[in-house]
């Protein structure tokens, strides 16, 4: 497709974005499983590394496997450019730390990955940059928070794993007055579900280790947002070296491909799976975006297309309940992972959430018998059965 054509649709352009063919004529991208790239001659040499060309140099800057990879998330997110890293958590953590210097403040939703509050909490202050949680249940509470050194704020929406809700346009608003940068994790939605950066956000982070992977393969993370905003993630990444390897942005790429069938199958299932546990006599709630008991039903309607593949709820017999619960489970996995083509039950209290204090996760919603299961592609009627039964066996 030349520059004067318009663009596919985006779940096209997931199958047909494509890195130039070889002299072989491959049908389908083949790996390029090299450490750095060759030059004619010195002169072409020395104009790339002064960066005067797009040549790739070394595969921790660039390769066409990753290039790949990026092309598409850019494509599916709407984005102007994009970055690749060797996890969900590098990609975050380069967003932070590309962005924001000694002196700056970052305020962020209470509701996140148990490994970012941990990035959040425990590195940013130690090079001197000062953060405060607001409570995604009252958005308006960040309003107090912002100062004029606060240069960022980030969310997850949904978020890990209550799924609260934000309204990214509303925060947009808000950050745009004070010129800030928003930065939202996209990872349980994905491009298939919701596009924050047509809603103005200012970066798009994902792990691609969970739905975009899909099956539980390999680990992967992506930055994608505003040009210049990129360019100083690709100078930091490109010189603290946290790149994605060659074969994982192939699989990752080939990954895309499917990614739009496998979130309609994913988000079907869990509505399914949500509504027919939503009245159990085991559970004190169901929780799922497009549940109108959900909290921000209305904003999940408003700017999300599908409600995912993750549901949760609370067992009535609290911590000991949620232990039988899980040892009944004869069918779903028990895994630190999520966005897998197997279906899979977890305990953030005790695992993914563990190292924040109790305070911390009964703040955020995670209470002793909270679980959260990500839904495969199963047939939704084995994975209700699973768990239908592990509720009965694990009654008191």
């Given at each position: 497709m030349n520059e004067n054509e318009q663009p596919y649709q985006p779940?096209?352009?997931?199958?047909?974005?494509?890195?130039?063919?070889?002299?072989?004529?491959?049908?389908?991208?083949?790996?390029?499983?090299?450490?750095?790239?060759?030059?004619?001659?010195?002169?072409?040499?020395?104009?790339?590394?002064?960066d005067e060309t797009d040549f790739n140099i070394y595969s921790r800057f660039s390769n066409p496997n990753v290039d790949e990879f990026v092309k598409k998330v850019v494509a599916l997110e709407q984005a102007e450019a994009g970055y690749a890293t060797a996890s969900g958590m590098s990609a975050i953590f380069a967003s932070f730390m590309a962005l924001m210097k000694a002196g700056d403040h970052l305020i962020s939703a209470r509701s996140i990955f148990g490994s970012t509050h941990t990035v959040i909490s425990k590195f940013l202050p130690k090079w001197g940059i000062s953060y405060d949680y607001f409570d995604v249940n009252n958005p308006e509470s960040l309003l107090a928070l912002i100062k004029p050194n606060t240069r960022m704020i980030f969310v997850e929406?949904?978020?890990?794993?209550?799924l609260e809700m934000v309204d990214i346009a509303w925060l947009v608003e808000v950050a745009n007055k004070h010129n800030i940068i928003v930065n939202v994790d996209n990872c349980f939605a994905t491009p298939v579900l919701q596009k924050p950066i047509l809603a103005g956000a200012h970066l798009v982070t994902h792990s691609a280790t969970k739905w975009m992977d899909g099956q539980g393969r390999v680990l992967g993370g992506i930055v994608v947002g505003k040009k210049e905003l990129i360019k100083e993630i690709y100078t930091f990444c490109r010189s603290t070296g946290p790149s994605m390897s060659p074969f994982n942005g192939w699989v990752l790429s080939k990954s895309l491909e499917t990614l739009y069938v496998r979130m309609e199958r994913h988000s079907a299932s869990a509505f399914a799976l949500a509504k027919a546990l939503e009245s159990h006599s085991q559970l004190n709630w169901v929780r799922y975006p497009f549940l109108e008991s959900h909290p921000q039903y209305a904003i999940a309607k408003k700017q999300m297309t599908g409600g995912g593949g993750i549901f949760?709820?609370?067992?009535?017999?609290?911590?000991?309940?949620?232990?039988?619960?899980?040892?009944?489970?004869?069918?779903?996995?028990?895994?630190?992972?999520?966005?897998?083509?197997?279906?899979?039950?977890?305990?953030?209290?005790?695992?993914?959430?563990?190292?924040?204090?109790?305070?911390e996760r009964l703040k955020s919603g995670i209470t002793p018998g909270?679980?959260?299961?990500?839904?495969?592609?199963?047939?939704?009627?084995?994975?209700?059965?699973?768990i239908e039964q592990a509720l009965e066996a694990s009654k008191a």
């Open positions: 779940d096209t352009e997931a199958v047909r974005i494509q890195t130039d063919r070889t002299w072989q004529m491959e049908h389908s991208t083949p790996m390029f499983l090299t450490s750095s790239f060759c030059f004619d001659n010195v002169e072409e040499m020395r104009a790339t590394f002064a929406t949904p978020a890990n794993p209550g949760c709820f609370e067992l009535k017999g609290g911590l000991e309940q949620g232990k039988r619960f899980l040892d009944a489970l004869k069918m779903l996995t028990l895994t630190a992972n999520l966005g897998d083509s197997r279906s899979i039950a977890s305990h953030p209290s005790s695992t993914t959430h563990a190292k924040l204090t109790e305070e909270f679980i959260r299961i990500s839904v495969g592609l199963e047939n939704v009627q084995d994975i209700l059965q699973d």
